[in-house]
């Protein structure tokens, strides 16, 4: 059957099953829906709530074939971005529903295709760019964006791989570093003007099958390292920037199609003391690390929205809760057997809340959990987030 369904409850599977898929999960299981938690590692977090559990080599296609054939599951929703893609396309040549496509899926997965897409085929606003196969096509390249430069490679997740380039001496470097953080086959880097943003946002947008886009009230965040480390909601932008936000959003998830909810990255810059401007950075097809913060911020979270969307299940309204707001918890080595302390000081702080993901190991910088918290206004609940968050201490094996 294709999506929206009639009746509940029905089988769905997940490729990735990390933190976010774990709420994923418990998401569909309160609609009474059977999860199959799949990923490359035993005990992954969604895997410890799934009602059942398949480990493979995600990018291997004929074992993803294979599991998903198996199973036969109403619903395949990739989690992650490491998967064999092409296999996707072959499932759903066969009658199985990929979310939001399987198009989709691919086109995410290499920053190379979905900027194509978004700047030369959508007109989309983004940051200038080049792209080079080797370190001496990175300095030609990079040289007329002006320094500094954003070097990223083309296929990596969580910031792997990219570095800022002062200048020619740091080439080396960044090529190395985007070649050893990269996934997949093949030596392709993107080269990016550095742009000196106001605020960095995710527009939580929600595609349904049936009915209007939605979008949920803007995201601000910080990254470090290509990374998030915190976020809260509402953030404060004027009225028209997010209107063109939400329009280049609509544009992008227009094209790519299916139903769920879309991640959209921008930029905010202020060029010359002038008006804002809204630059595309990138898109995810899933929910996204930094809307771990909608768990506090909204009525209905990400997750929540991504299965009724997903399941055809009406949406009457997104709301804020009011200010909320995000810290990661992060270690800074590698270890095993993870032992958490400080918890009760955390939870002591007023409208917060601590999410420990039940990850087997710790690696240096790896997010282990993250606390959320409310208050009376963005600071107050920032400012909580982060207390709490400081409070847990992470030990083990090392």
Known sequence: MTPPFTSLPRTLMLLGSGELGKEVAIAAQRLGCRVIAVDRYA??????????????AMADANALKAVVRRHQPDLVIPEIEALAVDALAELEAEGITVIPTARATAVTMNRDRIRDLAASDLGLRTARFAYASSAAELAAA????????VVKPVMSSSGKGQSVVQGQGGIADAWEAAMAGA??????????????????ITLLTVKQWNGPTLF???IGHIQ????????????????AALATAQSMAQTVTDNLGGAGLFGVEFFLCRRGGGELEVVFSELSPRPHDTGLVTLMGQNLSEFELHLRAVLGLPIPAIRSLGAAASRVILTNGSATDLQYTGLAEALAVPDSQVLLFGK?????????GVALARGSSEAEARTRADQAAACVRVSGQG
């Open 360 to 368: 087997p190991d710790a690696r240096p910088n790896r997010r282990l």
């Open 43 to 56: 005990g992954a977090p969604a895997m410890q709530v799934a009602d059942a559990a398949e480990v493979i």
């Open 216 to 218: 949920c009230p803007p």
């Open 183 to 200: 996934r997949g086959a093949g030596a392709r880097v993107i080269v990016e003007e550095f742009l000196q943003f106001e605020l960095e």
């Open 224 to 239: 470090e390292r290509g990374d998030y480390q915190s976020s809260w909601q509402p953030a404060a932008l004027p009225a």
């Open 142 to 149: 990079a040289e007329p964006l002006g320094w500094p430069v």
